[in-house]
Every structure is written in C-alpha cells, then in structure tokens.
C-alpha cells in the first residue's frame, strides 16, 4: 500500500497556527500584588492593585476613579504567624501611603431591572450600596484563620482591618436610597459608613461578606465632635442589623486564595481578571 504525500499549504499553517494559538493563550488576569513583609524594602503596590478585590467581589459592574495626581499606595510590612496543633492564625500588618482619593462606583442598573416591578409600585430600595472609597493614609492588618492537615493550610475566615495603630480608616462606604416617584427615578438619603473591617468566610452557602462599621452619617452632616460622636453611636448600632452581603462566587474564591498566599508567605499574589470592572480611569479634577 502506498502512502499518498499531504499537502500542506501556507493557509493549512495559517489555521493550524491560529487554532493552537487560540487555545494556549492564556486568560486575562488581573493585577499582581508584590509582598515583602518586613523582610527588606516594603515594596510599594499601587492602591488601584491592593483594592482590586472590590469589582472581584462585586455582583453589579463597577467603575474605578482615581484624582490625576494620586500617590496611594500599599504595602505589606510584616507577617506573624502562630501555630495551635491543627489551627494556625497569621497576622499581616499593611500601611496605606500618599496623597489622593480613590472611589469604586456600583452601578444599579441591574439592580433596577431586577426589581423593577418593586420600584413601579412605589417601594424604596433602601440602603444601597453605591460607592467605596479610600482617602488618604492608614494602617491596617490582614488576619488570617486556618486549619491545618497534614501540615497544609486551608483558609477559614480572613480579615481586612483598617482602623489598625489607633489611626481611624480611610475607607468609607455611600448608602443611598433609590425610588421611583412619577415614573422618574431618584437617589435620595444619602449616608456615608466609615468601614473598619471586611471579614471573608469559608463556609457552605451562597459566599457573603461581613461589614464592620465605625461611624455612621448622613453625607451632608459637618465633621464636628458632636456630628462624629452621634456617628459612632450609629455605626455600633448598625453592626447589630447589618447583614452580611452577597458577593460572587469569584470574588470569594479570589479571597481565599490571597490568604493562602500571604498565609504561605508567597512573594506575590495574581488577582483573577474583574469581568465587571466597566472602568479604571484618572480624573483631572478632585472626587
């Protein structure tokens, strides 16, 4: 039996190429987060890399904005760890450095579609979730819970703290009110929660996050004592009814895994690419 030769053409290589090409490219991924603790120079990660969890976490699509001279920054300084037979638990303190403000907007329009028919007749959707910024400096920690078999970790709660060193959190979450009045939709009630900590749970179910606030406060009250002290008041009232939210699934994930790899004392960690990031933009102006 002869074997008849194949022929192979430019455009049979063309496709063959394209087609491999395709399959070995790989998938878009986020940024990478550089880890040092303490060991020499922190190494400094743009704010926008240390924050990129929130359009991870994120149900609704989100856009970043930073003002056009910003110098935030984070880093990682340290990493404690202590071992009890099958539990560890490791605490990895973090600073936020330089100048600026960085917000991530949510947008509702999801949000509004889905309940569309609440809003038609005539409910508020109260309390939504609308902004989560970052001003300025802070100090904060990273605290991580695990069990341990046959000496491999595996991650059950961690916390972002960012009240750490006595300083106040720079982050802050917006809370508004949307209805639809006439036909016409409105924002109204607006209040800013100052967050100081953001705990991810391993745990059966749909993958939530819970919200420690300090202060709460309508946008439009001043900064004095009395206006911070009322605030605080409501803040500690609020994490008695604050329920957790919903997250993604990813989001969670991308958590768990960022743990393991401080936990492990990895030099740095790939955020998993935000696929509702719609944005991620500087802005001449101040936010």
């Given amino acids: 039996m002869m074997l008849r030769p194949v022929k192979i053409t430019i455009g049979v290589l063309i496709t063959f190429g394209v087609f491999w090409g395709d399959r070995l490219r790989a998938e878009p991924a986020g940024p990478t987060v550089l880890f040092d603790y303490g060991h020499r120079r922190p190494l400094d990660n743009p704010l926008r890399k240390f924050m990129y969890f929130v359009p991870l976490i994120s149900p609704e699509f989100v856009s970043v904005f930073t003002n056009a001279s910003n110098t935030q920054c984070a880093r990682v300084t340290s990493f404690l760890c202590r071992t009890n037979?099958?539990?560890?638990?490791?605490?990895?303190?973090?600073?936020?450095?330089?100048?600026?403000?960085?917000?991530?907007?949510?947008?509702?329009?999801?949000?509004?579609?889905?309940?569309?028919?609440?809003?038609?007749?005539?409910?508020?959707?109260?309390?939504?979730?609308?902004?989560?910024?970052?001003?300025?400096?802070?100090?904060?920690?990273?605290?991580?819970?695990?069990?341990?078999?046959?000496?491999?970790?595996?991650?059950?709660?961690?916390?972002?703290?960012?009240?750490?060193?006595?300083?106040?959190?720079?982050?802050?979450?917006?809370?508004?009110?949307?209805?639809?009045?006439?036909?016409?939709?409105?924002?109204?009630?607006?209040?800013?929660?100052?967050?100081?900590?953001?705990?991810?749970?391993?745990?059966?179910?749909?993958?939530?996050?819970?919200?420690?606030?300090?202060?709460?406060?309508?946008?439009?009250?001043?900064?004095?004592?009395?206006?911070?002290?009322?605030?605080?008041?409501?803040?500690a009232a609020a994490n008695l009814f604050l329920p957790p939210l919903n997250i993604t699934a990813e989001g969670h994930q991308a958590m768990m895994n960022f743990a393991l790899a401080l936990l492990q004392q990895k030099p740095n960690f790939t955020f998993p690419f935000a696929t509702r990031l719609k944005d991620d933009s500087a802005i001449d102006h101040p936010l």
């Fill in 85 to 235: 037979g099958n539990q560890c638990h490791a605490t990895c303190e973090f600073d936020i450095d330089g100048d600026g403000l960085q917000r991530n907007e949510f947008d509702h329009a999801a949000v509004i579609q889905r309940r569309d028919k609440e809003l038609n007749a005539g409910k508020t959707l109260a309390h939504q979730l609308s902004a989560i910024s970052v001003q300025g400096m802070g100090s904060g920690s990273l605290e991580i819970e695990a069990s341990l078999t046959n000496g491999r970790p595996l991650v059950l709660e961690l916390r972002l703290r960012f009240n750490g060193r006595g300083h106040p959190s720079p982050v802050s979450i917006l809370l508004q009110d949307i209805s639809r009045p006439n036909g016409k939709l409105q924002y109204n009630n607006e209040t800013v929660a100052r967050v100081n900590m953001l705990t991810f749970r391993e745990k059966s179910g749909p993958p939530k996050m819970e919200v420690t606030l300090a202060s709460v406060k309508r946008k439009d009250a001043g900064n004095g004592l009395w206006q911070n002290l009322v605030g605080g008041i409501k803040g």
